[in-house]
């Protein structure tokens, strides 16, 4: 964001006088203040969801440079009693990131604080600050000969810091883990704005409670993450993607096994979309779409990765795999990629997904997770009790197969308003959804997160116990509840 032209400013006077001695602490663009310095429209792209879902009124943007900075915003709001909604890319799905609509929330975003720190090939390891998108942090691995390995569809624009905050997943959980398994220390600023230094890039460090662990995955309710020290792995020499088409889920899991026997580690990615949201993809983006059109739209499509470390391997065994799944019945046919440009394609058309149905329109939209081996029969009792209750729904349902993490997303029935069907039954469908779930001995959320979005589905669906030991972790950490209040509890 560039510095504000000049707007009709209020006089300096009826602004408070803490929040004056931080504009002249952070500077013109490290602070914006409607009627100080910017308009509201200066502020407007921070104080809503990407999915135009959750919209908010800010008091202030902060848009701190360092680490210091970061602490001096944090101590002075907690002096006043102004609480903060810490943000990175603003690419969250349940509004964990946007503020409250009284005004008097500040936002702090973390998007300036976006230098690589320092990488260290030989530990494989790298630090960096939190406002690094994650494509940065990618490209700086990649510089070097290594891989950071998270990969998500908003890797342009979302942040470690948030990535970090939210523990995201993503489509490589599979081989590498989550944020959180890929993250050796963080720096954050504490609720009371003070700095905890725990960079640390060692594998092994037994030294108390693990305090990095409390801040992944609390979205900003606990602390401020500025840095972060990542873990590095080498880059694969050759990497294959494949097509599959399933007659059923059922088919789908067999393969997974059938690839996880034969690749082991090497295999980095399965992913999985039913009819549905291949058929959105066609709808909405029709050349993204062509890469499938050889697979005659099954009932399911499979996504793998196999990547190997030495040049020309992957497409071998690929192959001699797939054939195998082909005769056996595992699989009816596949397209194994034969360039770099097929693999980008075929990567393409799974990524797609979430804008085809942002083009369709608004859905009751799940990240749910259940024991892989327990995701066909969870996807066919949810599909029927959903059917039993508004026949003629959309379902769009897609994900990360291979562990368990399903996008299970109900839209309206043909003919009906899309945004009425939502409004009206959505509380219904999460109930109906999650209550599934629950008998699968699944998660509400695998990979987005509470926000606000779950946080009433987290309070009834925690044991008593779990929730009173989050509370108790909040008070200790956050007394005065100035740490993005709201979200998650």
């Not at 979302?158 to 050796?184: D, F, S, W």
């Not at 749910?368 to 066909?376: A, D, E, F, L, N």
Request: with cysteine; glycine share 8%; aromatic share 4%.
């Amino acid at each position: 964001m560039q510095q504000p032209p000049n707007h009709h400013a209020l006089p300096e006077a009826d602004q408070p006088a803490w929040l004056l001695d931080l504009a002249r602490l952070l500077g013109p663009v490290g602070l914006y203040v409607p009627g100080l310095n910017a308009s509201e429209h200066d502020l407007q792209p921070h104080e809503q969801d990407w999915r135009g879902r959750y919209r908010g009124k800010a008091l202030a943007l902060a848009r701190p440079a360092s680490t210091e900075e970061v602490a001096a915003v944090v101590h002075a709001c907690a002096t006043h009693g102004v609480s903060i909604v810490p943000q990175g890319g603003n690419t969250g799905l349940v509004g964990g990131g946007i503020p409250d609509g009284s005004g008097q929330q500040m936002v702090l975003s973390l998007q300036r604080m976006n230098r690589v720190l320092a990488v260290d090939p030989a530990n494989l390891s790298m630090s960096v600050q939190a406002g690094c998108t994650l494509a940065q942090v990618q490209e700086a691995a990649h510089a070097h000969g290594l891989l950071f390995p998270l990969s998500l569809a908003a890797e342009g624009t979302c942040t470690i810091g948030g990535n970090l905050a939210t523990n995201a997943g993503g489509t490589q959980v599979l081989r590498y883990g989550t944020a959180r398994e890929l993250c050796l220390g963080l720096e954050v600023v504490t609720a009371k704005g003070e700095v905890w230094s725990g960079l640390s890039a060692l594998r092994k460090n037994n030294t108390g409670y693990d305090l990095r662990d409390l801040f992944i995955g609390s979205e900003g309710t606990l602390g401020v993450i500025t840095a972060a020290s990542l873990k590095l792995f080498p880059r694969p020499a050759s990497q294959s993607a494949a097509l599959v088409a399933c007659a059923s889920l059922d088919a789908c899991v067999a393969l997974l096994q059938v690839t996880r026997r034969a690749l082991d580690a090497q295999l980095t990615a399965f992913e999985v979309m039913a009819r549905a949201p291949v058929a959105l993809v066609e709808r909405h983006l029709p050349d993204i779409a062509k890469v499938a059109k050889g697979l005659n739209a099954p009932e399911w499509t499979v996504l793998l990765e196999a990547s190997l470390p030495q040049a020309h391997e992957t497409d071998e065994a690929l192959q001699t795999l797939l054939a195998q799944a082909i005769s056996q019945g595992t699989a009816l046919n596949a397209t194994l990629s034969q360039s770099k440009a097929q693999h980008r394609a075929m990567w393409a058309l799974r990524e797609a997904i979430p804008m085809a149905e942002k083009a369709e329109g608004l859905m009751v939209k799940h990240d749910i997770g259940v024991p892989t081996s327990k995701v066909p029969a969870f996807v066919r009792e949810a599909q029927a009790a959903l059917a039993q209750a508004h026949p003629g729904h959309q379902l769009v349902c897609f994900g990360h197969l291979g562990d368990g993490n399903l996008h299970f997303n109900v839209g309206a029935p043909a003919g009906q308003d899309a945004k009425a069907f939502v409004q009206r039954h959505e509380a219904g469908i999460n109930e109906l959804v999650y209550d599934v779930v629950a008998k699968f001995e699944g998660t509400i959320s695998a990979e987005h997160g509470i926000g606000q979005l779950k946080r009433d589905e987290l309070a009834k669906r925690q044991s008593a116990v779990a929730m009173a030991l989050m509370r108790s972790i909040k008070q200790a950490l956050d007394p005065l509840n100035t740490m993005n209040p709201g979200r998650v509890l």
